[in-house]
Nanobody
């Protein structure tokens, strides 16, 4: 069965950095683009960043461009999100999944909480 295990979240001060990891299993990871999403309290889940299956195409939400970097290691079935210059508005639960044309391919994992606060 497909499983996503997100980790690396925590409490950080504004301007700080975190590196999130998502270990995927149960599907042929190298054949899928992967995305990071986030959901803040009271808001809908939103797309943060997407990386193509072999990493040759990357896209970011405007709100994180220049601050976040998505990467992947296909040998480890893992996707990463390096987050720099964090802002209180980045506070959310962060999830990974494989994006489909209209949604995502698989059920969601438990996510990892990121809290940016002084």
């Amino acid at each position: 069965q497909v499983q996503f295990v997100e980790s690396g979240g925590g409490l950080v001060q504004p301007g700080g950095s975190l590196r999130l990891s998502c270990a995927a299993s149960g599907f042929y990871f190298v054949r899928y683009a992967m995305s990071w999403y986030r959901q803040a309290p009271g808001k809908e889940r939103e797309l943060v960043a997407t990386i193509a299956s072999v990493g040759d195409s990357i896209n970011y939400a405007d709100s994180v461009k220049g601050r976040f970097t998505i990467s992947r290691d296909n040998a480890k079935n893992t996707v990463y999100l390096q987050m720099n210059s964090l802002e209180p508005e980045d506070t959310a639960v962060y999830y990974c999944n494989a994006p489909s044309r209209w949604s995502v391919y698989f059920d969601w994992g438990q996510g990892t909480q990121v809290t940016v606060s002084s």
